[in-house]
């Protein structure tokens, strides 16, 4: 394709910190002008696809793809921690010591597990958020025999795809819910997600009523066991962590401004409210404080976004603000079910979902579409287009809500996806 070149008369070095779905979309988009160098820092050297992290889990994916699959030939991929950014300089240190400068600076280091604030829980109860903690799980699993109790703890889309995936294969699965069974999905799509569950033979503890509340809570694990809040012990020779998802520290160590959560705090066209070179995208974003859901959903199109905005300054025109839209959630109940809850744009569940089996075959073109989005931006850049698709009205009223209050902190609670 022919590259942009106007305008510029000396090459612009933008760094992309974070190779998931956010940055690896960003870095590919980029490449649009060839008097850009871009360099994407990433800590291991193969692309992770988190969404099949539970599958890895249950063995029937590893979750990873080559960068050479996603990744544009024109980027150069670093692979390293970044431990400091130093904005006044432009600069990034790495964990393996160097240093990167930078023209401009895109922030995508994603999510990982929230700290669990329960008694024995980070001693004893396995997380599956990133790569490592999902490989460290997978051998636990297949060496507990296989009467062992599984515990699965939180019922949002993760906790509900592992337990899934580990009943189907012929794993004693309880899920302890916390709160309701999947909280955004709509009262339908809960019953047939509770269906599917049952079926598979996973017992339920759903605290979405008095009588569920306090048994639906995990308030200590041991090695053994799981306590709920009603004093109950249940067996668990594996328990697994999946409440809610946490970000890196690495903005509010390096003095940039953060949500109450740490991820970067932006205007609408996802600029740093410091530091105009400097550009957040997916999980770790938090535009205007009105945080989207953490998701592969909303982390591709933020990831376009953070490009064109960049893309914008270096041409010296005005970036576009961000227009995110949803579509629902896509979970998967197993390798034979699964569900496509639809929602509406702004992101609030719909009546109307497809399940079963359709619902199954529908998870697996999102996942592989997924990894085909990052590709065919990698191929053309500037090809992707989702992140323009119209229909940003209420994220407008709220932000016009926002404005219109007092300045208050930032206290919106971790949705992940
Ligand atoms: C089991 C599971 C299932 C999921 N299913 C779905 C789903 O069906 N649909 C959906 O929309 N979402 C799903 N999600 C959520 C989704 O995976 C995340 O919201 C998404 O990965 C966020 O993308 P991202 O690019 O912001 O960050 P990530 O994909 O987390 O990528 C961030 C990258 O930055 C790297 N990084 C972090 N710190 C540094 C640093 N200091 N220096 C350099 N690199 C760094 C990380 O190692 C990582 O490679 C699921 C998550 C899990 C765990």
């Given at each position: 394709m022919a590259k942009n070149?106007?305008?510029?008369?000396?090459?612009?070095?933008?760094?992309?910190?974070?190779?998931?779905?956010?940055?690896?979309?960003?870095?590919?988009?980029?490449?649009?002008?060839?008097?850009?160098?871009?360099?994407?820092?990433?800590?291991?050297?193969?692309?992770?696809?988190?969404?099949?992290?539970?599958?890895?889990?249950?063995?029937?994916?590893?979750?990873?793809?080559?960068y050479r699959d996603v990744l544009a030939e024109d980027v150069r991929l670093v692979v390293g921690t970044v431990t400091r950014i130093d904005a006044a300089g432009r600069r990034v240190t790495l964990e393996a010591g160097g240093a990167l400068d930078y023209d401009y600076l895109i922030y995508a280091v994603g999510s990982g597990s929230a700290d669990p604030r329960v008694p024995g829980a980070a001693e004893f109860a396995h997380p599956i958020a990133t790569l490592e903690e999902a490989q460290r799980l997978r051998p636990i699993v297949d060496a507990a025999p296989a009467t062992a109790a599984v515990t699965v703890v939180g019922a949002g889309p993760t906790g509900i795809e592992t337990a899934a995936e580990l009943a189907e294969t012929g794993r004693n699965v309880t899920l302890v819910c916390g709160e309701v069974l999947g909280p955004y999905l709509h009262p339908r799509?809960?019953?047939?997600?509770?269906?599917?569950?049952?079926?598979?033979?996973?017992?339920?503890?759903?605290?979405?009523?008095?009588?569920?509340?306090?048994?639906?809570?995990?308030?200590?694990?041991?090695?053994?066991?799981?306590?709920?809040?009603?004093?109950?012990?249940?067996?668990?020779?594996?328990?697994?962590?999946?409440?809610?998802?946490?970000?890196?520290?690495?903005?509010?160590?390096?003095?940039?401004?953060?949500?109450?959560?740490?991820?970067?705090?932006?205007?609408?066209?996802?600029?740093?409210?410091?530091?105009?070179?400097?550009?957040?995208?997916?999980?770790?974003?938090?535009?205007?404080?009105?945080?989207?859901?953490?998701?592969?959903?909303?982390?591709?199109?933020?990831?376009?976004?953070?490009?064109?905005?960049?893309?914008?300054?270096?041409?010296?025109?005005?970036?576009?603000?961000?227009?995110q839209v949803f579509a629902g959630q896509c979970i998967s109940l197993g390798r034979r079910a699964g569900i496509f809850q639809f929602a509406h744009r702004y992101d609030v569940a719909l009546w109307f979902h497809i399940d079963g089996r359709p619902g199954a075959k529908l998870k697996e073109v999102v996942c592989k579409g997924i990894v085909k989005h990052l590709a065919a931006e990698a191929r053309k850049a500037g090809s992707y287009s989702l992140h323009r698709v119209s229909g940003g009205t209420k994220r407008q009223q709220r932000l016009l809500q926002q404005a219109g209050r007092d300045e208050a902190p930032a206290t919106t609670p971790a949705r992940a996806a």
């Open positions: 070149t106007k305008n510029t008369d000396v090459d612009v070095d933008v760094v992309v910190i974070g190779g998931g779905y956010a940055g690896v979309m960003a870095a590919n988009r980029l490449t649009q002008r060839d008097d850009v160098t871009v360099t994407l820092i990433n800590p291991r050297p193969n692309f992770v696809h988190r969404v099949r992290l539970h599958q890895l889990v249950g063995g029937s994916d590893d979750a990873v793809v080559d799509g809960r019953r047939s997600v509770a269906g599917r569950l049952a079926a598979l033979g996973v017992t339920v503890l759903d605290g979405s009523d008095a009588a569920g509340a306090a048994d639906a809570k995990v308030t200590a694990v041991t090695r053994d066991a799981v306590r709920l809040g009603d004093g109950r012990e249940l067996p668990s020779q594996v328990t697994i962590w999946t409440a809610g998802f946490a970000v890196p520290d690495l903005a509010g160590r390096s003095g940039l401004s953060t949500d109450a959560l740490g991820r970067l705090l932006t205007d609408e066209t996802l600029t740093s409210v410091d530091d105009e070179r400097i550009v957040a995208a997916g999980d770790s974003a938090a535009p205007s404080d009105l945080p989207l859901r953490m998701s592969c959903q909303a982390a591709i199109p933020l990831g376009a976004r953070a490009a064109d905005t960049v893309l914008s300054r270096i041409a010296g025109e005005q970036p576009s603000p961000l227009n």
